[in-house]
């Protein structure tokens, strides 16, 4: 069964300083990975998603990186900022059998970000 | 533009007890699901539809029934309600089965529950 270990698990920074979050899994069989941001009380909201042929994605001060053979990947944060302060989830996409689409969920990566 | 809608936001059931969580979506998205979100466990899926009429099984489907009628709904059931259903559960959805490059999840702000 797919594993996915995010570290670490909470992470404290001032404002401006750029952060990476890491993001492993078990299994190199996926169709794709996806990252996402959840605000206290609230649902997900996906950030990013990366293709398993593809290598990074980009969006605005978020970068992700996949290394599918050796099941990593990391969303660096540039610059960071207060407003990133959320819980960051990375989550797999099974791409065979039974669980072919089904998303595997790692636990999170609480971050603060003070003023 | 309403998305991912869930209801009711909290509800508190006695053990034994049965409710349906409600889901609609209205951006025609083929994919649905349910997972349930616990401390220290991440989110795990429940139950899941590829399409309308169209539903299969999660990792932790034992007590909950779903249903797909339409495109835009589907409730998750709650048979006989007992402590360890104690959660959040998410609504998502995806334009397709396979959620692709323009494909993402998106979600609902869930539903939290608790059963004494």
Same mark, same amino acid.
Do not use: C, E, V
């Given at each position: 069964k797919q594993e996915v270990t995010q570290i670490p698990a909470a992470l404290s920074v001032p404002e401006g300083e750029n952060l990476v979050l890491n993001c492993s899994f078990?299994? +190199?069989?996926?169709y794709n990975l996806q990252w996402f941001r959840q605000d206290p009380g609230k649902g997900l909201t996906s950030l990013l998603l990366i293709q398993s042929s593809q290598r990074e994605q980009t969006s605005g001060r978020l970068n992700a990186s996949l290394d599918k053979s050796s099941g990593r990947s990391t969303l660096y944060i540039a610059a +960071?900022?207060?407003?990133? +302060?959320a819980t960051y989830l990375c989550a797999v996409s099974a791409d065979r059998?039974?669980?072919?689409?089904r998303l595997y969920f790692g636990r999170g990566t609480q971050l603060t970000v003070w003023p | 533009n309403a998305g991912v809608t869930q209801t009711p936001k909290f509800q508190v059931l006695k053990t034994g007890q049965s409710m349906t969580l409600q889901c609609a979506q209205?951006?025609?998205?083929e994919y649905m699901s349910w997972y349930r979100q616990d401390p220290g466990m991440g989110l795990r899926l429940i139950h899941y539809s590829v399409g309308a009429g169209i539903t299969d099984q999660g990792e932790v489907p034992n007590g909950y029934n779903v249903s797909r009628s339409t495109t835009e709904d589907f409730p998750l059931r709650l048979l006989s309600a007992a402590p360890s259903q104690t959660s959040v559960y998410f609504c998502a959805s995806s334009l397709?089965?396979?959620?692709g490059l323009n494909s993402p999840l998106h979600f609902g702000n869930g539903t939290r529950l608790t059963v004494t």
């Open positions: 078990t299994d +190199s069989a996926i +960071s900022q207060p407003g990133d +302060s059998g039974s669980t072919l689409g | 209205d951006m025609n998205h397709i089965f396979l959620p």
